[in-house]
């Protein structure tokens, strides 16, 4: 099994760049979460997806941030515009069951700078 | 906000040593679940363990679970360097975990 898959592995971009991270959960897995790492706030939620559906989005900083889950094999998160503050390493993850019922399998992040 | 809260922040003990990490909560959880984050990489699952659980043992782990004190605990037994990591509890509920900051530990050979 291939594991979580995650593109780019990194980003650099100049403030104000629309960004679109892209993830591929495992085969067979129907939920998908997106969370935030940094130094200052550690492991953040952002949204979860439970087959296909948004479920909870109040992880979601604010209007500039946006995700889809077109299929039960491909999400994006999307920044538009970026800014600075918005550097920090996204994960994707996903679980055979919903919630935190389940054990979480993390891709291995996309590390994103804007400058 | 953050659930789990773990202490310390971070530990360095030498290889063969045992770890012991903490991790307090506080409300009502399903389950509880362990975490490992080496350097530039994603977090791979280590042990979960049920709110009507009160031990489990995977390997050199054990996790103990206390729900009247709301805490944790991961011991890591006879360590080795490879085990230098950071560590993260998650508190499940129904429908999300919720993770603490971790606890950063440095096994040195």
């Known amino acids: 099994d291939a594991g979580v898959i995650q593109s780019p592995r990194h980003e650099v971009t100049e403030m104000g760049q629309e960004v679109t991270l892209r993830c591929k959960p495992i085969?067979?897995?129907?939920?998908l979460f997106w969370y935030r790492q940094t130094m200052m706030r550690g492991l953040e939620l952002l949204i979860y997806?439970?087959?296909?559906?948004?479920?909870?989005d109040s992880g979601m900083p604010e209007d500039r941030f946006s995700a889809k889950m077109p299929n039960a094999s491909f999400s994006t998160l999307k920044i538009q515009p970026s800014e600075p503050r918005d550097s920090a390493v996204y994960f994707c993850?996903?679980?055979?069951?919903?919630?935190?019922?389940?054990?979480?399998?993390f891709g291995p992040g996309t590390r994103l700078t804007v400058t | 906000s953050q659930q789990g809260e773990e202490d310390p922040q971070a530990l360095s003990i030498q290889e063969g040593e045992n770890a012991t990490m903490n991790c307090s909560y506080k409300?009502?959880?399903?389950?509880l679940q362990w975490y490992r984050q080496n350097s530039g990489r994603g977090l791979v699952h280590l042990i979960l363990?049920?709110?009507?659980?009160r031990e489990k043992h995977s390997g050199r782990l054990r996790v103990t679970l206390d729900t009247s004190k709301k805490s944790s605990s991961l011991l890591i037994t006879a360590s080795r360097a490879a085990d230098t990591a950071s560590y993260f509890c998650?508190?499940?509920?129904?429908?999300?975990?919720?993770f603490g900051k971790g606890t950063l530990l440095t096994v040195n050979p």
């Open positions: 993850a996903s679980s055979l069951g919903s919630g935190g019922s389940y054990e979480q399998y």
């Open positions: 085969s067979g897995h129907n939920s």
């Open positions: 997806f439970n087959n296909n559906v948004p479920i909870d």
């Open positions: 409300t009502s959880i399903n389950n």
């Open positions: 363990i049920r709110s009507n659980e």
């Open positions: 998650a508190t499940g509920s129904n429908y999300k975990l919720t």
